[in-house]
């Protein structure tokens, strides 16, 4: 508990290069102890040589661990970690034009202060949208935000030791932390980091308009719901079983689930599945009220999926469809979006994508009667390769994973 209540000490001095500093090192410290103690009290924890064995072997083979060791002897034995403050601005024109950049300002600065001064360089393309986000790193681990890295400490200590729990056979831990309400003595099993961590390293980037200027505050997760309470909403409102399998295999019964929600509600709000392998990590609401924050909240998607380390992901919501034209199809893109034209028609969409390579969709056209009714029509696969637009920054966080080891 005292680690995860030193990361979040860690978040809170970003922006303050000597709390930064003094919290980061007080983290390795802590997080190092846990091990030592471990290893005093081996003799009375049942099964230790089995769990243990197998968190010292993955720890030797993990870059992140090595560098945790060696920090905190380093810190111990020599002197501070070499800490490094950048700031990341990336320009989304589209969801095919992104490039990203360094900048350099004082590490005390705000988001709401280098939003400002990007803002008046005016260094971007007139359109699209800019994100900035202030990075911390160390030299010894230069392509780790540190925030990022700790977390992944942190969730390696997680699962030693709710491993060391089940071994004793203690399934819930009754200790009171004393602390906020994420810092429990519960060791949840994720294949990622904590959802309180995903969001206060969100909490760090802002994003704005180029076009305008306006700052874009909408890009947030609106609401979760975990797998068994989706499962027991299902038998609630008397709908089918909850599907099973990866994202691939659950396209069918999502869209079946889909059209009988739009039929009773009139609407289906967008929502996000994320997998690891059979397994649902996460239902993600989102929602976008313009093309500017639709970019962004998949980008945030995609950091999500990174943070849970997610291998698959079924989108869930209402699209407008529409025909290409000749000029279109030559040029091979689209000149004006569907939502823009005469002839769009409205309709109902699930589909899913996985790091594999695998991706499937189907849609159904959605009619409104005179009076008020909702009628979907039956289901149909679409005829694209690559898959809806909106899968292009999942893909290419799943590239930059790989490049990463991750």
Known sequence: MDCHAQWHALHEEYFSPEGFRLALNSFLQTHRSVTGLLLKLKGTLPGFNEWFTHFSEGADKSEIMRWAKKSRNRIVHESDLELNSSCQVIWIGDWYRRSEAVAKFPPRMTV??????????????????????????????????????????????????????????????????????CITAELPEASGHLSCMHAARSELSGHFSVRDGRVLMEVTEQFEMDEERGRASFEEIGLPEFPRGDAIACVPGYMEVARRLMQRDGFHATMAVCYKGD?????QGMQFPDQATKLLSFERLANLIESLRADGVLIIGEMWTSVQTEAEKRLGTVLLPARDRLDKREALTVYAITRDGRHADLVCFVERTPSGDVICGDPFALDVETGANTVIPIRRKWKEMEARGL
Request: a negative charge.
């Open 279 to 283: 397994a649902v990590v996460r239902i």
């Open 112 to 181: 709401d202060e280098m939003i400002d001064a990007i803002r008046q360089s005016r260094g971007a393309p007139p359109f699209g949208t800019v994100t900035v986000k202030r990075r911390w790193v160390d030299k010894a681990l230069p392509d780790w935000e540190l925030l990022e890295a700790t977390a992944d400490t942190y969730m390696e200590l997680n699962r030693l030791l709710r491993a060391g729990h089940l071994a004793a056979g203690v399934e819930n831990c009754p200790l009171d932390s004393g602390h906020s309400d």
